[in-house]
């Protein structure tokens, strides 16, 4: 089983613990999702402790009230690298990546809460300032109290091989995928290193993304 998750891109946009939701398949479920789980097959919803369901099967009313960030939707955009790297809490170990210590810092508070970002802000600063940052430390203020995140200084890592829209094979070269977004994981029982992976067309947004270990390209048919 894969681990529950604090957060969660779909198509009505990222859904976080706390929000607030609504089926769109039952009209008399709406509430706050109180957990993001793997149910064997996909990543699904439960609201208000009861009711369980698809994570794409609901539509964001609104997100809890602690400072927010919006975060580039991985299923339609692509983001490579960045000035800072940053580690969330029940992600995984997926590695964000973030242009400014501002925005490095949103992203900490969007996710844990953070009680005062400005001065988080300047912190993260002076300490880049220092040297390079190899999992800075913070720790949340919201939600689940206590929870941690990393900031680090950009790494040179490999490309990944596959770009939104290529046309590739996941384990059976007789189904073809659309890549639709990508995600970088850092994998600490392989002493850190890191692996892409692939979000892909017809997943809607809610089932883990498949390996590069598992990926190859589709081969392009001829015309006739």
């Given at each position: 089983m894969?681990?529950?998750l604090t957060?969660?891109?779909?198509?009505a946009?990222?859904i976080i613990?706390?929000?607030?939701?609504?089926?769109t398949?039952?009209?008399?479920?709406?509430?706050?999702?109180?957990?993001?789980?793997?149910?064997?097959?996909?990543f699904?919803?439960?609201?208000?402790k009861?009711h369980r369901?698809?994570?794409?099967?609901f539509?964001l009313?609104?997100?809890?009230?602690?400072p927010?960030f919006?975060?580039v939707n991985?299923?339609?955009?692509q983001?490579l690298s960045?000035?800072?790297?940053?580690?969330?809490?029940?992600?995984?170990?997926?590695?964000y990546f973030?242009?400014?210590?501002e925005?490095a810092?949103?992203?900490?508070?969007?996710?844990?809460?953070?009680a005062?970002?400005?001065?988080?802000?300047?912190?993260l600063?002076?300490?880049?300032?220092a040297g390079?940052?190899?999992?800075v430390?913070?720790?949340?203020s919201a939600?689940?109290?206590g929870?941690?995140a990393y900031?680090?200084h950009r790494?040179?890592r490999?490309a990944?091989?596959f770009?939104v829209?290529?046309?590739?094979?996941?384990?059976?070269?007789?189904?073809?995928?659309?890549v639709?977004?990508?995600?970088?994981?850092?994998?600490?029982?392989?002493?850190?290193?890191?692996a892409?992976?692939?979000?892909y067309?017809?997943?809607?947004g809610?089932?883990?993304p498949?390996?590069?270990?598992?990926?190859?390209a589709?081969?392009?048919?001829a015309?006739?």
């Amino acid at each position: 089983m894969l681990p529950n998750l604090t957060a969660i891109e779909t198509s009505a946009g990222r859904i976080i613990i706390g929000a607030t939701v609504r089926s769109t398949r039952y009209a008399n479920v709406q509430g706050l999702v109180t957990s993001i789980f793997w149910n064997g097959h996909e990543f699904s919803l439960e609201v208000d402790k009861r009711h369980r369901d698809d994570a794409g099967k609901f539509e964001l009313l609104s997100v809890p009230t602690w400072p927010g960030f919006t975060f580039v939707n991985p299923h339609t955009q692509q983001v490579l690298s960045g000035n800072f790297e940053v580690l969330l809490p029940g992600e995984g170990d997926r590695i964000y990546f973030a242009d400014t210590a501002e925005q490095a810092i949103a992203l900490v508070a969007a996710a844990v809460g953070l009680a005062d970002q400005v001065r988080e802000v300047e912190y993260l600063k002076q300490r880049a300032e220092a040297g390079p940052l190899d999992e800075v430390r913070f720790r949340g203020s919201a939600g689940i109290v206590g929870q941690l995140a990393y900031v680090s200084h950009r790494q040179e890592r490999p490309a990944p091989k596959f770009l939104v829209g290529h046309q590739v094979h996941f384990f059976s070269p007789h189904t073809t995928h659309t890549v639709s977004g990508l995600a970088l994981y850092k994998d600490r029982l392989n002493y850190g290193k890191t692996a892409w992976y692939y979000f892909y067309g017809g997943a809607r947004g809610t089932r883990h993304p498949m390996s590069e270990a598992n990926t190859t390209a589709a081969q392009v048919q001829a015309a006739a």
